[in-house]
C-alpha cells in the first residue's frame, strides 16, 4: 500500500516537472519571438552619423539590451552594409547596418590665371569641398591651357556615396609674348610755343584687359626749342605685359605766317563741320567740298600768287581766286574730311592750270574745282577718257601731265555731276567702275 502511494507522488513529481518544463519552454519560446520581431532586421543611417545604440534597433525598447559588432570596427564615415548583433538574456540576433551617403558635396571655387603652357589641376580652383565621406574632384573636360583667352572651367566634386556638384570657375590663360599694342600713335610737328595732346587717338588693344595702363613720358621735349625729340608710349597689363612705342615730335622756329597757319586752321575745321554730316559717303563729302569751293569762291582771271597758305586762306573766307586758289583750297578741306588726295599741276603748258586727283572707294579719280567750262564738263570724279577728250575736243592741251607719274583712273565713274540753273546736282551711278 505504502509502495503505491509512493510511486503516485514520485509520478505527481515528475509530472510537475515536465509542466514546468514545458512551460517555461512555451514562456521562453513566446520571449524569444516577441524578441526577434521588436528587433528590426535593417538600420539606416547617414554617413558621419554617430554610431548607433541597441535601441535604435528595436520598435520598443527593451531594457538590458545590448549591440555587438560583428565586424572588428565600423567606420561611420565609409558607406556599406555591416552585421552586428542585439541581445537580450539569452537570445540574440543578427541585423545589418546600412551606412550610406544621400548628401552631394558643396564646395566653392576661385577664378585662376595661368600662363600659356602652364598645367592646372581640379583641386587648383578649389577654395573648399565639404563631405561626410571621400570627396574626389575632376574635370568636365580638360581645359585648354594653350590658347589665349578667358574660358569657363566645370568641375565636379564626387563623394563615396557617387553623390555630385557641379562647380564653375574662370580660367584666364595669358601668352607673355603677346604684349598690350599701342596704336593711334603719330609723330607730331609743330612750331615753338604750342601744346600737343599726347594722349588724344591713342589706345591701347588688349583684350585680356581693356583696362591696361598707358603712361606717356615727353619729359624730353622742349616745345620752346626747335628740335626733334623722342616720346616713349608703355602699355602695361594686369598679367605684367609691356608694350612700349616711340614717336618723334618735331619743333619748329615760327614762321612769319604763323597767325594765317591757325586762321586756316580754324577755318577749315568750321568748314568742313559745316559741309558733312555723320554717315555720309566718301562720295557725297567730296560732292559737298566741290560744291562748296565752286560755288563760294569767285572766279577771276588775275593770276595769283602760289603761296599755299595765303590761298587756301583766302579762298576758305570766299575771296575771289584763280585755279590755284581753287584747287589748293579744295585740297584743305578734303584733307580735312579725310579724303586722299593728289595735287595737280599741268605739264607742259600752255600756261598753268591747276585741279587734283582723289581717291575714292579705292580707285583715283580727276576733280577740278575751278567754276570754268562748267557747261562743257563738269569734271567731279572724271576718268582719263573724259580728261583726254577735253583736253583734245575743247581745250587742248587742257589736262597735260605725265601719266606715268599718276594713278590710272577706271573706265567709268561711280557718280556724275551736273550743272543747271546756277545749281550742281549729283547723280551716283549704278555701275562698277573698272580699271584698264
Same mark, same amino acid.
Given at each position: 500500500m505504502r509502495r503505491k502511494k509512493k510511486k503516485k507522488i514520485i509520478l505527481i513529481i515528475l509530472l510537475g516537472i515536465l509542466f514546468l518544463l514545458a512551460a517555461t519552454a512555451v514562456t521562453g519560446g513566446v520571449l524569444k519571438y516577441r524578441f526577434d520581431q521588436n528587433v528590426l532586421p535593417v538600420y539606416t543611417v547617414e554617413a558621419g552619423e554617430a554610431y548607433p545604440s541597441a535601441e535604435d534597433f528595436e520598435k520598443t525598447p527593451w531594457d538590458g539590451s545590448e549591440i555587438d559588432q560583428k565586424e572588428p570596427s565600423t567606420d561611420?564615415?565609409?558607406? =556599406?552594409v555591416h552585421t552586428v548583433t542585439i541581445s537580450w538574456g539569452p537570445f540574440s540576433k543578427d541585423v545589418e547596418l546600412i551606412i550610406q551617403d544621400t548628401s552631394a558635396p558643396k564646395g566653392e571655387t576661385r577664378d585662376l590665371v595661368r600662363e600659356k603652357g602652364e598645367k592646372v589641376t581640379p583641386e587648383d580652383f578649389l577654395v573648399s569641398a565639404q563631405d561626410t565621406t571621400k570627396v574626389t574632384a575632376y574635370f568636365h573636360q580638360t581645359p585648354d591651357l594653350n590658347t589665349e583667352g578667358e574660358s569657363t572651367v566645370k568641375i565636379y566634386l564626387?563623394?563615396? =556615396? =557617387?553623390? *555630385?556638384?557641379?562647380l564653375t570657375a574662370t580660367l584666364t590663360v595669358y601668352d607673355p609674348e603677346n604684349v598690350p599694342k599701342i596704336e593711334g600713335t603719330q609723330s607730331r610737328h609743330l612750331y615753338t610755343g604750342e601744346n600737343v595732346a599726347y594722349r588724344t587717338g591713342v589706345t591701347v588693344d588688349d583684350p585680356l584687359d581693356p583696362a591696361a595702363k598707358l603712361t606717356i613720358d615727353s619729359s624730353r621735349v622742349?616745345?620752346?626749342t626747335p628740335g626733334v625729340y623722342t616720346v616713349t608710349y608703355k602699355a602695361e597689363d594686369k598679367y605684367g605685359r609691356v608694350g612700349t612705342a616711340d614717336v618723334q615730335v618735331y619743333v619748329? #622756329? *615760327?614762321p612769319e605766317n604763323y597767325d594765317d597757319m591757325i586762321r586756316l586752321k580754324e577755318l577749315t575745321k568750321q568748314r568742313a563741320a559745316e559741309l558733312t554730316t555723320p554717315g555720309m559717303t566718301d562720295i557725297e563729302k567730296a560732292f559737298a567740298v566741290f560744291r562748296y569751293v565752286r560755288k563760294t569762291i569767285p572766279w577771276n582771271n588775275t593770276r595769283t600768287n602760289r603761296d599755299e597758305i595765303e590761298q587756301a586762306l583766302a579762298g576758305m573766307e570766299g575771296k575771289a581766286g584763280d585755279c590755284y586758289t581753287h584747287a589748293i583750297t579744295c585740297k584743305t578741306l578734303l584733307d580735312e574730311v579725310g579724303i586722299e588726295n593728289i595735287f595737280m599741276e599741268r605739264n607742259p603748258g600752255p600756261g598753268q592750270h591747276y585741279w587734283l586727283m582723289v581717291r575714292i572707294q579705292g580707285e583715283w579719280y580727276h576733280m577740278d574745282p575751278s567754276p570754268i567750262y562748267m557747261h562743257k564738263l563738269v569734271c567731279f570724279l572724271g576718268t582719263d577718257d573724259e580728261a583726254r577728250w577735253f583736253s583734245e575736243e575743247v *581745250?587742248? =592741251?587742257f589736262y597735260n601731265y605725265d601719266h606715268s607719274l599718276f594713278p590710272t583712273t577706271p573706265l567709268e565713274s561711280p557718280a556724275r555731276v551736273s550743272y543747271k540753273g546756277?545749281?550742281?546736282?549729283?547723280?551716283?551711278?549704278? #555701275?562698277?567702275?573698272?580699271?584698264?
Open positions: 561611420m564615415m565609409t558607406p =556599406g564626387e563623394d563615396q =556615396g =557617387g553623390n *555630385r556638384t557641379l622742349d616745345l620752346d619748329n #622756329e *615760327r *581745250r587742248p =592741251g546756277g545749281e550742281y546736282t549729283l547723280e551716283i551711278l549704278q #555701275e562698277t567702275a573698272q580699271t584698264e
